[in-house]
C-alpha cells in the first residue's frame, strides 16, 4: 500500500520503505556526483562519404517522477530506492547515447533544441515502460 508522507502509525513488524514524492534529477556531467558525461558518437554525415561520425561528449540532466499508483511495480522491480535509481541512470543514459546517432555533428549546433526534445521523448517512453516513472 502507498501512502504519502505525514504521520502514520505502524506495527512492531511494519515499516516504510521511503520514495521521493517530488521530482528529482539524474545528472551526467564533469564533477556530477552521479556520473561523468555520457560518450557517445554522432551519426555519419551522409555530405562526407569519410565520416563515421565523431566522438562526442553529452553533458545533461533530466527530472523524473515517481507515480503513486506505480510505486509498487517500482519496489517489486528494483527492491529500493537507490538501486531503481541506478538503473534510471544507466537507462537514459543509454538511450542519450544512441539517440546522438541520430544526429550529425552540424545538428549538435544547429538544432540543440530538437536533439533535446528527441532525447528527452525517448528518455520518457523507457523509462515508463522500463522503470514506471515519467521524466520531465
Not at 534529477?25 to 563515421?52: Q, Y
Request: with cysteine; aromatic share 12%; charged share 15%.
Amino acid at each position: 500500500q502507498v501512502e504519502r508522507g505525514g504521520i502514520h502509525l505502524t506495527g512492531p513488524f511494519l515499516s516504510f520503505i521511503p520514495f521521493p514524492a517530488a521530482q528529482t534529477t539524474l545528472e551526467w556531467a564533469n564533477g556530477a556526483a552521479e556520473r561523468p558525461p555520457i560518450s557517445s558518437r554522432t551519426g555519419a554525415d551522409p555530405n562526407d562519404p569519410d565520416s563515421g561520425g565523431q566522438p562526442i561528449q553529452i553533458s545533461c540532466a533530466v527530472q523524473i517522477q515517481f507515480v503513486k499508483e506505480t510505486i509498487r511495480e517500482v519496489y517489486f522491480s528494483f527492491g529500493s530506492y537507490e538501486a531503481a535509481r541506478q538503473r534510471y541512470l544507466l537507462l537514459a543514459g543509454n538511450v542519450v547515447s544512441n539517440t546522438a546517432q541520430d544526429f550529425v555533428p552540424q545538428d549538435f549546433w544547429t538544432r540543440r533544441d530538437a536533439i533535446a526534445q528527441q532525447m528527452l521523448h525517448k528518455i520518457n517512453h523507457t523509462l515508463w515502460e522500463q522503470g514506471y516513472i515519467v521524466a520531465t
